[in-house]
């Protein structure tokens, strides 16, 4: 079993059986940074988002073969950049992607990293333009480029979490150098946690690199790592510091001077922090000054002075001491300094100020031994056997810094000219001039990178599912993909529940698309969430409400929460549409409405209830008390009529004026109201043009001058009858209004639903003609028995059709005694087709919204329509 699963892990991402959505699948592309240590560059995208994780430049080459691989990927397309640090292999082509590409996305780094980049940057270029041996760096871009994208860059605090473009950031401090960060990416739920350089060591100035704590952020789904160390040790870090020490007091000792070639910024201040404190401790070493080269690094001692708070304890403790110290002497000067006011280490702006003689330690740049001052004094110093050159940091496979290391017998001289021509002599095969190398070489690891063991311990740690390698050289890549894999295999092997960890070390510009299946969670607030919540599948109860997305974040609430918990603003659309009835009096509007629509309510006043229901379903009408003022009012003005409100099915109200007989509907604009409404446009137009509104009217004429007739004697004021067309048949019958619906004809229920119908799906209703008897034949037990001996004899199909004709004969002859009058009705909207059956109201229906949707207008339309077919009077007549 072990073995097989082992089998599985070492041939790489395994497939699963489901079918992957490519809209599930994240996508890493390496555009630098993958297999080898130099120019950071990588690109994620998940969910229609795309971050971009550094922009390096390669330290071991020159011009556009240092640059990622822009060309590949479309840097227009980027929502986010992050800068992890200001070492160039993170940041130096940020001035070229903000200058000279179509990058329109916002850049991120923190505070100290930028106000490092801008020095680094800057110096950078100015070094490039005077000493570099090759134009192509210089036209990459210039100091103008860099100088005119600073304001671009924006700034974040460690610990701090910011959604940008619907991307949630949080930087972590990441031990390293001063403004390290690691990175924590949410896109849509998805954790991926991004180390950049990165060290879990306590040094002298920086906080260490800690996992970040899942119970507070989620479990991360996918780690990226940095592998630059693979799973190579190192000694503990007072063994390392005492051997340092040892090697450099040595050469001090022995009269010679000591190289120590670094980057300018970052691990020469822990160098720095370390040597200061070995020689206040060490009087007889106080003689020998510690030299510091560079112009940046000292423009940039303001900025780690400015950080403090960014440091550790360590640091904060020295800054506490010497202001106390400053304090007591009277000296101002020396609070602002603090610890990084060295009292051993002596700036040295150039080597044109620097007065060779005697021992010395000498902190250079660059610290690969490039090119730069770093180089000149490894040329000038190499064949002296007494000198030995102290190396700290990582370097890059195809540079001095690692040549050297191999304690070659001779070097080529590029920095010191005729100087090395006189002691050296010309290689044949090229122009560079080659000097012994006599000094001794020695390599300490101060790189603030974490060892393999510290590596593998973080990844263990963080326990993602999955785990891309980068920064780190082709063969310690894949020693540490296997040392995780082997170590996952030993967990997995003891516990089958234990998810196998994939682990993935890619090549630039190849692509990783990983799955990642995440559930949708809304949450829910608001008055919804007040409700007792369902307690499982087999609760029934539905929460529904408005699902309001922001970013990737759902919550589900209700509409009356939209302004509160969603900042939305809700709508109400009030319609409000006028008529002229001349004709029609207000009783006739009142009794043709109530045919079409059941029980109206009159409201004494004009009530803007826009969700209130009022239930109006059992055929009565409620008569609201008139108030006594208006009561009054219609006493003196005997003449006119009094304006009447009715609300129509609870969501229509119609406002009738009294003496200019103009009408006002008014409802809430949505598709069920709207339809309504049509409706009742549609009613009062038939009732105007009807001749019973005319004769109506003019009988209403002769007795004019009197209260409201609805009042004392609403029925001689009515028709007894109106059918489907509109004609009367009746004079001045007497009847009772509230049970005028049973009165009504099947036929005019019938034209009554379809008018309702299609006030709600339009004009494409029809009528069925054959009787459906399908239904017939699994319930009625007569056919049943017609169905079974159909099915014992299936080869006599004429037999099955006479039988099913005689089945449909006897259906219409059913229904037609029902007094329904077609079987069923056809509803077609766009390409979904419902039918409608008439006896039961049931609906035959491929869509189930399509379904929910005909079938609550046809509950409502039967409710205010008419009573079932089966039901009272209506069907005797
Ligand atoms: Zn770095
Ligand atoms: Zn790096």
Not at 134 to 143: A, F, N, P, V
Not at 499 to 523: H, L
Not at 650 to 664: D, V
Not at 808 to 819: D, T
């Amino acid at each position: 079993m072990a073995t097989k699963r082992k089998a599985a892990a070492m041939s790489g991402p395994t497939e699963d059986d489901d079918p992957i959505d490519p809209s599930d699948e994240l996508t890493f592309i390496g555009l630098g940074g993958c297999q080898e240590v130099g120019r950071s560059c990588h690109i994620l995208q998940y969910k229609g988002k795309i971050v971009m994780l550094d922009a390096g430049m390669h330290t071991g080459r020159e011009g556009m073969a240092a640059m990622p691989y822009f060309d590949d990927f479309d840097l227009g397309t980027v929502d986010i950049l992050l800068i992890s640090h200001f070492h160039l292999d993170h940041a130096a082509a940020l001035p070229y992607v903000l200058a000279k590409t179509n990058f329109r996305g916002r850049v991120f780094m923190t505070h100290p990293t930028k106000a490092i980049y801008k020095w680094l940057i800057q110096d950078s270029v100015r070094v490039s333009n005077t000493s570099s041996t090759s134009d192509q760096r210089t036209s990459l871009y210039t100091e103008a480029d860099h100088i005119s994208t600073l304001t671009q860059i924006e700034t974040i605090d460690f610990y701090t979490t910011h959604m940008i473009n619907g991307v949630q950031v949080t930087p972590y401090p990441a031990g390293h150098v001063l403004g390290a960060a690691m990175f924590l990416i949410n896109i849509a739920g998805l954790n991926i946690f991004f180390t950049g350089d990165y060290s879990t060591e306590q040094d002298r100035h920086l906080v260490a690199a800690a996992v970040p704590d899942q119970k507070k952020v989620g479990k991360i789904d996918l780690l990226i790592s940095e592998s630059t160390f693979g799973i190579s040790t190192a000694p503990p870090r007072e063994e390392r510091e005492f051997a340092l020490l040892k090697s450099v007091t040595n050469i001090v000792n022995r009269g010679g001077k000591v190289l120590m070639p670094v980057f300018a910024l970052g691990r020469a201040q822990e160098l720095l922090l370390i040597l200061e404190d070995y020689w206040q401790r060490h009087p007889e070493l106080q003689k020998t000054p510690i030299y510091y080269t560079g112009n940046t690094a000292r423009k940039c001692m303001v900025v780690y002075q400015t950080y403090i708070n960014a440091m550790n304890d360590n640091i904060k403790r020295i800054f506490r001491e010497r202001m106390a110290e400053a304090e007591a002497s009277g000296n101002a000067k020396g609070v602002s300094a603090g610890p990084w006011d060295f009292r051993f280490v002596r700036s040295l702006r150039s080597l044109d100020r620097f007065d060779d003689v005697g021992s010395c330690v000498m902190l250079a740049s660059p610290g690969m031994l490039q090119s730069g001052m770093s180089r000149i004094l490894l040329e000038r110093w190499a064949p002296d056997q007494r000198n030995g050159v102290v190396m700290t940091g990582y370097n890059v496979e195809g540079t001095m810094g690692r040549t050297i290391l191999s304690e070659p017998d001779q070097i080529p001289a590029i920095m010191s000219g005729g100087h090395a021509q006189s002691i050296g002599r010309r290689n044949k095969d090229d122009d560079a001039v080659l000097i012994p190398r006599r000094c001794s070489v020695e390599e300490f690891s101060f790189a603030a990178h974490v060892t393999g063991k510290q590596n593998i311990d973080f990844i263990e740690a963080v326990r993602a599912p999955h785990i891309i390698l980068v920064h780190g050289e082709k063969s310690q890549a894949a020693r540490l993909k296997s040392r995780l894999l082997d170590n996952d295999n030993k967990r997995t092997a003891s516990n089958a529940d234990v998810q196998q960890t994939k682990v993935y070390s890619p090549e630039n510009g190849a692509e990783v698309k990983i799955p990642f299946r995440k559930d949708k969670i809304a949450k829910v607030v608001g008055r919804l969430a007040q409700r007792p919540a369902p307690t499982g599948p087999e609760d029934e109860r539905v929460i529904s409400g408005v699902m309001v997305q922001n970013g990737f974040k759902l919550s589900l609430m209700a509409p009356e929460d939209l302004r509160e918990y969603a900042g939305l603003t809700s709508t109400t659309v009030l319609c409000k549409q006028h008529i002229t009835l001349s004709a029609a009096g207000v009783d006739l509007i009142k009794w043709a409405l109530e045919g079409t629509f059941g029980a109206i309510e009159e409201v004494g006043q004009l009530k803007t209830e826009p969700n209130g229901h009022v239930a109006a379903r059992n055929g009565t009408t409620k008569m609201e008390a008139t108030p006594k003022e208006e009561e009054e009012e219609a006493d003196e003005e005997f003449t006119s009529e009094p304006p009447r409100t009715f609300l129509i099915m609870g969501c229509i109200t119609l406002k009738w004026s009294g003496q200019a007989k103009e009408l006002e509907l008014e409802w809430e604009g949505n598709t069920m109201n709207d339809g309504i409404a049509d409706a009742v446009m549609a009613v009062l137009t038939t009732v105007e043009s009807s001749p019973a509104a005319v004769k109506y009217s003019s009988s209403k004429a002769k007795h004019h001058h009197h209260k409201p007739e609805s009042e004392e004697h609403p029925e001689k004021q009515v028709p007894s009858q109106i059918n489907g067309n509109g004609t009367t048949n009746g004079d001045h019958q007497p009847v009772n209004l509230r049970n005028q619906l049973a009165n009504l004809t099947p036929e005019e229920r019938f034209s009554r639903l379809c008018m309702f119908l299609e006030a709600q799906f339009g004009e494409n209703i029809n009528p069925i003609e054959t009787p459906r008897i399908s239904h017939l034949m699994q319930t009625d037990s007569d056919t049943k028995t017609l169905k079974d001996e159909a099915e014992a004899d299936s080869d006599d199909e004429a037999a099955i059709e006479q039988r099913n004709a005689a089945l449909v004969a006897s259906e219409r002859a059913r229904l037609a005694a029902l007094g329904i009058p077609v079987p069923g009705l056809e509803i077609k909207v766009d390409k979904m087709v419902a039918r409608l059956w008439l006896d039961d109201l049931t609906l035959d229906c491929g869509s189930k919204v399509w379904r929910e949707r005909i079938m609550a207008v046809v509950e409502r339309a039967v409710e205010t329509v008419a009573p079932l077919w089966s039901v009272g009077g209506g069907a005797g007549r």
